[in-house]
């Protein structure tokens, strides 16, 4: 009586008033285009990393007290003639001065620059000077050379072995709004998560972090600005010298441009393939208008809502334009093909019984499916992974706004065009889905082996399956970002920053006093002991040896580029001196340097008023073996186990630590997203089927496609990232639409003539085609994604193409030959009690 209440609401809304109901949906997608200006695209750091994730506090507290780490790197080789030529140190002058020119470059330094100590050798007291650097005239160039490659400052920093490539460091303005709120925010979220807000606490976070997103807009539309004068800046240098420009900025801009690069070339591709296959497929303009319409306008509200509410898509998060695209499409296809079914057995029929059939027939299917979809992709939202968890929740909302919209659009466009002419009888794809069912039926031995070894294949695959990637990886060789960076990785001591910060132990006073050779030296300097630098553990003897011990350890590392700590530092004092520095002389090194040399050599690594010094590294990313989990777990255990640093001494923090917590959570995350999807729905084909035999049937061919597409990713050695962990939910997701829409049918076939091997045939022969039409158009659709200039995009559009084509082959094979070996189904009367199901009337 319910389900007649409902359908009578819906008869009477939508196929009495047709053009009322579109109108409806029109006016919804006009107020949501005014939405669209608002749509932002988020690659900034923040956006690619772990939800909640501590490190990225610590991270931001570094910044904060050792200096920003906010760079832009230029590096640059003469293509002609030595580097250290006076032409071609003109031009780097001269490229320099242009970068200073800039907006929001605060500093920029290159090996024009920086303090020479070596060139010649100066004395301690020299330290205290204003630096000479090369361009001076009695500067001798060979000397410097051999400073820049051997000098324990410079060696791997600024000049390449080979002397040919240097590079230029620019250094952003500190924003320190941003920075402000970024400490606001942290630390309400750290009191919301330990003892909790009060409501003014909670609208205060509310309105900080839209702030902060809205200065985080800001940033990025001026780094757009930057990165693009930058370039403009370098372009005329390029006809005297090979020049690369990279950093983070660098790349967070770029990949916002991929991204929109994407969203139109895959968007444009996407939509003419569409009315290409509508066309090939119906051969009628309706049938072409009306699915590309209602895929436009789903895509085209869900993109001015997330503008209305400023929900920021991510490199991530953006391929669920895509996907809506296709999923709605699908939706389309199977409401088209019910309907001319319905044509073709009942040609006389009035049109609003047809259409009312045909909604009838694929409401209950289609519902269930999309609630299966739902459950595949909401359950990427339990991710801890911020692109991953929107994905999962736009593609939610995205999903049910799919339903809604093609269950108004379709049945109402039906009704304003009329019945009109079909041409069902002329289509010939059902000879091609009933091969797969004639080849289930004689060989349904062979079906099961086959799927047997890919089982077999996929648990191998998926054991080798690895969450270790190269960053460099992520882009074309012949790109900028590419060649800028294996550049420095290679030449230049590394891409990937690592901080080691060390805590000072307890202080322990033994009264011991200056030395006699300390006093003399305090006197001679006519220093009182109020000059002394306050007490810091960094600055004695055995705080310099355990630094020490912990950097000739991280030098021995192949993994580790250039490390630098206070050791370069007390290492070039005492070199100047001829002697081991004392721990009186250590007190005294910010007294005894020029501005320009602390800087250098001891602001970036100790901060006295925390009593912390910091290592900095630099790890190759291009190397093949690299683990960067084990990496730093074997540093965290040499600094444990044999420098003898206690546990809450040693932080790591830096972009490397983000990035791989980040990817140490795709294997926790992939693993509890695909248990509690199949979870959610096996208890939805409990639900639907009303059978547990039915529901394991159901289920397996969609566990033999994920594990072959994971199974094969783990083969080909294609690692799991923020894109490809979506692959496996997005293979369930689709998947499981074609076991219920083809049981649905079997079922609805088997009612008439009790015949399973019949109603496989007929089974393929209907339903068959809807699910290949579908797959032929996702798996071709995504094929455009291999013109995208981002290769996990690449990855993303072929891997999805594969899962199709496995469930696919899944559906069309191996669920038919279980239905035929198991006989789930009752037949002991020939309409096999078909009111009682909650899907027999279904088509």
């Known amino acids: 009586m319910k389900n007649n209440k409902l359908a009578g609401i819906y008869e009477t809304l ?10 409806a949906i029109m006016l919804i997608a006009i107020g949501m285009a005014f939405g669209l200006p608002n749509l932002k695209l ?45 032409n071609n140190l003109l031009t780097l002058k001269e490229l320099c001065d242009e970068l200073r020119g800039i907006k929001g470059i605060a500093k920029v330094t290159s090996m024009l620059d920086v303090p020479l100590l070596y060139s010649p050798k100066i004395s301690v007291e020299q330290l205290k000077e204003p630096s000479r650097t090369l361009l001076q005239p009695d500067v001798d160039r060979d000397l410097a050379r051999k400073e ?21 460091l620019a250094e952003m303005t500190l924003d320190e709004k941003y920075q402000a709120l970024v400490k606001s925010m942290d630390t309400l979220r750290i009191k919301r998560d330990t003892v909790g807000l ?81 066309a090939i497929i119906f051969r009628q303009i309706r049938w072409v208008i009306l699915p590309l319409a209602t895929c436009i306008l789903c895509v085209e509200i869900m993109l001015g809502y997330l503008g209305w509410l400023d929900w920021r898509m991510t490199v991530v998060s953006s391929n669920f334009v895509a996907l809506l695209l296709i999923i709605t499409l699908a939706l389309t296809i199977h409401l088209i093909v019910r309907y001319r079914e319905l044509c073709l057995e009942s040609p006389d029929k009035e049109q609003v019984a047809l259409v009312r059939d045909t909604v009838r027939s694929m409401a209950r299917p289609c519902l269930y499916t999309m609630l299966t979809t739902v ?89 080798r399956l690895k969450v270790e990637n190269h960053f460099i990886d992520y882009f074309h060789a012949d790109s900028e970002i590419y060649q800028g960076l294996w550049l420095i990785d290679n030449k230049l001591g590394g891409t990937m920053p690592l901080d080691i910060i060390l805590d000072a132990p307890p202080s322990v006073d033994d009264g011991s006093g200056l030395s006699a050779e300390d006093e003399l030296y305090f006197a001679e300097e006519g220093l009182d002991e109020v000059d002394l630098i306050e007490d810091s553990y960094w600055f004695t003897r055995p705080g310099i040896d355990d630094l020490k011990k912990l950097q000739d350890y991280l030098e021995s590392l192949p993994e580790v580029g250039k490390v630098s700590s206070l050791v370069m530092t007390t290492d070039i004092y005492s070199d100047l001196v001829n002697r ?29 008023l925390q009593n912390q010094s910091r290592i900095t590294l630099r790890v190759k990313d291009t190397l093949g073996d690299l683990n960067r989990n084990q990496l730093l777990d074997k540093i965290h255990h040499f600094a444990i186990d044999e420098a003898g640093f206690k546990e809450d001494q040693v932080h790591f923090t830096g972009l490397m630590v983000l990035y791989n917590n980040m990817l140490q959570s795709l ?35 969609n566990l033999l496609a994920a594990g072959v597409v994971l199974g094969g990713m783990g083969l080909a050695g294609i690692p799991l990232d923020m894109m490809t962990i979506t692959i496996a939910a997005i293979t369930v997701g689709i998947g499981v639409d074609h076991e219920i829409h083809y049981i649905t049918r079997f079922k609805h076939e088997l009612s008439i003539d009790q015949d399973y091997i019949a109603s496989m045939h007929r089974a393929h022969a209907s ?62 009367n020939k309409v096999n009690d078909a009111s009682s199901s909650p899907v027999s009337s279904n088509g």
């Open 14 to 23: 939508i196929l009495r008033r047709p053009i009322i109901a579109m109108l």
């Open 42 to 86: 988020d690659a900034s750091l923040d956006s690619l990393t772990l939800e909640n994730d501590n490190t990225l506090a610590y991270y931001r507290q570094s910044i904060q007290r050792y200096g920003n780490s906010d760079f832009l790197v230029v590096t640059y080789k003469p293509l002609k003639g030595d580097l250290f030529d006076d």
């Open 148 to 168: 820049f490659l051997e000098s324990p400052i410079y060696h791997d920093l600024i000049l390449s072995e080979d002397a040919q490539t240097t590079i230029i």
């Open 198 to 278: 009060s409501p003014d606490e909670a609208s205060e976070l509310a309105s900080v972090s839209q702030d902060f997103l809205d200065q985080r807009t800001l940033r990025a539309a001026e780094e757009q600005v930057r990165v693009t004068e930058i370039r403009e800046k370098m372009a005329p240098f390029k006809a005297n010298a090979q020049i690369f420009l990279g950093g983070l900025s660098m790349i967070t801009a770029d990949m916002v441009d991929y991204i929109k690069s994407d969203l139109v070339i895959f968007g444009t591709g996407i939509l003419l393939f569409i009315i290409a296959v509508l």
């Open 375 to 463: 459950a595949a992709f909401s359950s990427l939202v339990l991710s801890d992974i911020r692109p991953v968890i929107d994905f999962g929740w736009m593609m939610t909302i995205g999903l049910v706004l799919a339903l809604i919209i093609t269950f108004v659009m379709i049945p109402a466009g039906m009704m304003i065009f009329g019945k009109g002419l079909t041409n069902e009888t002329d289509d010939t794809s059902s000879a091609l889905t009933l091969n797969f069912s004639r080849f289930t039926e004689h060989h349904g031995g062979l079906v099961l082996g086959l799927a047997l070894l890919a089982a077999i294949a996929s648990v191998w695959g998926i054991s």
């Open 580 to 608: 081991k520095i004392s721990d009186f002389e250590l007190s005294l090194l910010s007294l005894m340097m020029s501005p320009e040399n602390t800087a250098l050599l001891l602001t970036p690594y100790v901060d006295e």
């Open 667 to 701: 294997f926790r995350s992939q693993i509890l997203t695909m248990g509690m999807v199949f979870f959610c729905i096996m208890a939805m084909f409990l639900v639907l089927f009303r059978s547990l035999s039915v529901a394991l049937i159901a289920i397996f061919p």
């Open 767 to 828: 339903i068959g085609r809807a699910l290949l039409y579908t797959t032929v158009i996702i798996i071709v659709g995504f094929s455009v994604l291999m013109l995208s200039n981002f290769i996990p995009s690449v990855y993303f559009g072929l891997l999805t193409g594969m899962a199709m084509l496995t469930a696919l082959l899944a559906s069309m094979t191996l669920l038919p030959k279980l239905i035929l070996v198991f006989k789930p189904f009752k037949t002991n």
